[in-house]
């Protein structure tokens, strides 16, 4: 999978991201991330790509010819590998959808994602008409620039594409890949500052053990993210059930027990 970051700032997402677990997808070429910065692409001697607005305000806006310049060249790139690629264009705004594990998903699917990244008071708006598929943000409060947000969203899709973890099922039982919380978890030693790990965690009964970790993963979401709660219940009634709240509700009190 192939990222590639329009941005003001290249060595501070290609520094940011060549660690860890994204280091080692991109060492079996799994995934390829490239920076390009946007000042490579202005035309004139001092490599300005910033200017007043029109209608007056305050701050400077980014133009809209060193973009498209620089979206061109990392088309052509793709193109060349890809003829028939049509790359998805994320523009990282506070303005956007925002950012999920479902988005996640759904931009996993894609074997190209450039992201533009904004500083000042934003983008001439011409640009963005002209080549931006999605506008995202990560959440409702306002950075310096975009890059940490990009940053954000390739390491979240990264991890999805098969192979960049060394677990791949730790990519399907975190928080939010069915709705809910993740439940909490335990290592050793079995005792530490007089608390103890949760017993049935240590009986080898693997069925108790999904029904425990299922219950507090419902307890947790119903306390930290309500309405992450009641959208899972009305998703899944089937687990709400007098017949299966009983049948869990067995099964705990001879966990308990």
């Not at 490579?40 to 060193?66: C, E, F, I, R």
């Not at 759904?106 to 934003?122: P, S, V």
């Not at 307890?219 to 299966?244: G, I, M, N, S, W």
Request: hydrophobic share 35%; with cysteine.
């Amino acid at each position: 999978m192939h990222f590639y970051v329009m941005t003001l700032f290249p060595d501070m997402v290609l520094s940011g991201l060549r660690t860890s677990i994204l280091a080692r997808g991109m060492d079996k070429e799994l995934i390829h991330v490239e920076a390009y910065n946007i000042r490579d692409y202005a035309d004139n001697k001092h490599n300005k790509v910033d200017d007043y607005t029109y209608g007056g305000g305050a701050g400077m806006l980014m133009q809209a010819q060193p973009i498209y310049s620089c979206y061109q060249a990392i088309l052509k790139v793709i193109k060349e590998r890809e003829p028939d690629a049509n790359p998805r264009v994320v523009y990282v705004t506070p303005q956007g959808s925002v950012f999920s594990q479902g988005m996640a998903r759904d931009f996993a699917k894609d074997d190209n994602i450039i992201f533009l990244c904004g500083h000042y008071e934003g983008i001439d708006e011409r640009v963005l008409e002209e080549i931006v598929t999605d506008y995202v943000s990560i959440g409702d409060y306002v950075l310096t620039g975009g890059e940490l947000p990009a940053m954000v969203m390739i390491d979240a899709v990264a991890r999805l594409v098969p192979g960049v973890l060394n677990n791949e099922e730790s990519a399907e039982t975190e928080s939010f890949d069915d709705g809910l919380l993740e439940y909490p978890q335990y290592s050793r030693p079995e005792v530490w500052m007089e608390k103890r790990v949760p017993p049935v965690l240590l009986s080898g009964n693997h069925q108790n053990v999904d029904v425990w970790r299922f219950q507090k993963s419902l307890e947790r979401t119903k306390e930290r993210r309500p309405e992450l709660y009641d959208k899972y219940v009305e998703e899944h009634p089937e687990q709400f059930t007098p017949k299966a709240i009983k049948k869990r509700n067995r099964i705990l009190d001879k966990i308990e027990d």
